[in-house]
């Protein structure tokens, strides 16, 4: 079946432009996440959802940093005013949920979001 | 707060010999999983093995075995017979409750599979 899609793959915007990055879950799959990576890191939590419901948004770094799933199934993730630190590589995972087995999360290609 | 350390930037490995990729953690919870995930250079991260805290066992998929000692909070990730498509950066990572919950990942290893 399909993996977890996401739009664009690549994304530069310029220093104050406002950006949405988006992803498709598997389909079924009750959890999304966010995550950031920086070049040679490894990825850091932004925000989950469980449904529609965001339930922590505590890894966002600002209030600059807006995430939605309105529907429960595709959710995007808006920056406001791009700054040069915001370049990174933005993965999505989802999961059939939190407390069903298989535990692990399926992560899409990711949007390399480039901030010139 | 959990964290996660892997202390080898890089790895070199023979192909069909076998690789052992460092991972220690740090976590006040009682219940935890434990998970690592391949990323080739493609970007997309790859689910490879689980270990939920309370496993007694160490998981096993194909060649992929965890080798879980949880008094030293170590979970290293063995792979057995490298391939050279096995070439890539690894992650551990870990989750609160042994759960799918959000995951706290370590900086990497990038390993080498030389023909």
């Known amino acids: 079946g399909a993996g977890v899609s996401q739009s664009p793959r690549y994304k530069v915007a310029k220093r104050g432009q406002d950006v949405a990055l988006r992803c498709d879950p598997i389909s079924g799959h009750v959890s999304l996440f966010w995550y950031q990576q920086a070049l040679g890191q490894g990825p850091e939590f932004l925000t989950y959802?469980?449904?529609?419901?965001?339930?922590?948004k505590s890894g966002l770094p600002s209030d600059r940093f807006f995430a939605e799933r309105p529907e429960g199934s595709v959710s995007t993730l808006k920056i406001q005013r791009t700054q040069q630190e915001d370049s990174a590589v933005y993965l999505c995972?989802?999961?059939?949920?939190?407390?069903?087995?298989?535990?692990?999360?399926?992560f899409g290609p990711g949007t390399r979001l480039t901030v010139t | 707060a959990q964290k996660i350390t892997q202390t080898q930037p890089g790895m070199f490995v023979q192909e069909k010999e076998a690789v052992t990729l460092d991972c220690t953690y740090d976590t006040s919870d009682q219940s935890y999983g434990l998970f690592w995930y391949k990323q080739p250079s493609s970007g997309e991260m790859i689910f490879l093995i689980y270990?939920?805290?309370?496993?007694?066992q160490n998981a096993t998929e194909g060649r992929y075995s965890l080798n879980f000692q949880k008094a030293r909070k170590s979970a290293n990730l063995v792979i057995s017979a490298s391939q050279l498509g096995d070439s890539a950066m690894y992650f551990c990572?870990?989750?609160?409750?042994?759960?799918?919950?959000?995951?706290?990942f370590g900086e990497g290893t990038q390993l080498t599979v030389n023909p």
């Open positions: 270990q939920g805290s309370y496993d007694e």
């Open positions: 990572a870990m989750s609160r409750e042994t759960s799918g919950s959000r995951l706290t």
């Open positions: 995972a989802s999961s059939l949920s939190l407390w069903s087995v298989p535990y692990e999360q399926y």
């Open positions: 959802f469980q449904n529609e419901a965001q339930l922590d």
